[in-house]
């Protein structure tokens, strides 16, 4: 495994570099920097970058704060599809809706060969491989952001947007999450990905920009 430490003041950015071929896993610890978090990270032009982590990390947040480009969040799409639904109509009754506009979102902006962000939520890894065998098709890298905060923070998070999960559910996505957070540490990355990324929460807070370059 290459675990690259990552030395950038706080007004720099990380630029990922692009891998051709078999790619040399490439891990990032951004955890415990004590103010020395990155502001920005720098992807390839056509790259692809998912997000994961447990539900209330802050995923949706640190898109809509740090992601400038093209973005897809299933939470997006759930938003757009409560404000014109009645208020009474419980999420699970639409949620099948809301999952078939997302993927269809994403197909969409997979074939515009832009760099994409997606907001992955940890249980469904077939979307890790589709977005993988887009990334070869392109000739370009699957980086994998991984938000590493405790079941607590989550839970917190999840109550301040006031829209949580079950238990069983949060219990499913600790132990998916937690599998991901420990193959990703010894340097076994999932299928496809060139490039994993650990966040905490301080330094997702410091991160600023997520853009694609060149």
Request: glycine share 10%.
């Amino acid at each position: 495994m290459n675990r690259t430490p990552v030395y950038a003041t706080v007004t720099s950015g990380v630029a990922v570099p692009k891998q051709r071929g078999a790619p040399v896993p490439v891990v990032r610890d951004l955890r415990d920097r004590a103010g020395r978090s990155p502001r920005a990270l720098l992807f390839r032009g056509e790259d692809l970058v998912v997000i994961t982590g447990l539900p209330g990390s802050g995923k949706s947040t640190l898109m809509r704060r740090a992601v400038p480009g093209r973005r897809i969040d299933s939470q997006d799409t759930r938003d757009r599809w409560a404000a014109r639904l009645p208020g009474f109509l419980p999420y699970a009754l639409y949620r099948p809706l809301v999952r078939l506009a997302h993927y269809a979102a994403l197909r969409r902006a997979l074939r515009t060969r832009e760099g994409v962000v997606v907001h992955d939520c940890g249980t469904q890894s077939w979307v890790r491989g589709w977005l993988a065998r887009e990334a070869r098709r392109r000739g370009n890298t699957l980086h994998l952001l991984l938000l590493d905060v405790t079941p607590g923070t989550a839970r917190e998070g999840q109550r301040e947007r006031g829209r949580g999960v079950s238990r069983h559910a949060f219990a499913r996505h600790r132990r998916t999450t937690a599998r991901l957070l420990a193959a990703v540490e010894r340097g076994a990355l999932p299928a496809g990905v060139g490039s994993a990324t650990l966040l905490d929460r301080p330094a997702a807070d410091t991160l600023g920009r997520i853009v694609f370059t060149g």
